[in-house]
Each structure stands twice: as C-alpha cells, then as structure tokens.
C-alpha cells in the first residue's frame, strides 16, 4: 500500500492554527483512494501507530 506522510503544516514557523489547516488538508488530500497520514503528535523515542489495514 502506497501513502503520504505528512507532519502537522504550517503550524511551526507558518504560525497557522491546526484547526484550520487540517480540514484544508482532508479536503485537498481525501479524495485521492489511498491513506493520507498526518503525524498531528510527535513523541521522541514512540513508534507512530498508523492503524492501516
């Protein structure tokens, strides 16, 4: 299974907030078939847990 990774956007230097930006990104990445992973927390040393199928 192929999919993108991707971190929490513009939300560091671009200053964005979150809940603005991730209904922009569900709605230009969701229709495209395939899982679109957002790492929205980062814990050093934690193995993410993707939950794909």
Do not use: F, N
Not at 18 to 47: C, F, M, N, S
């Amino acid at each position: 299974m192929t999919s993108p990774a991707l971190p929490r956007l513009a939300t560091g230097v671009g200053a964005l907030d979150w809940a603005d930006v991730k209904p922009l990104i569900e709605q230009h990445l969701g229709g495209l078939g395939i899982p679109v992973l957002i790492y929205e927390t980062y814990r050093k040393g934690e193995k993410a847990d993707e939950q794909l199928v």
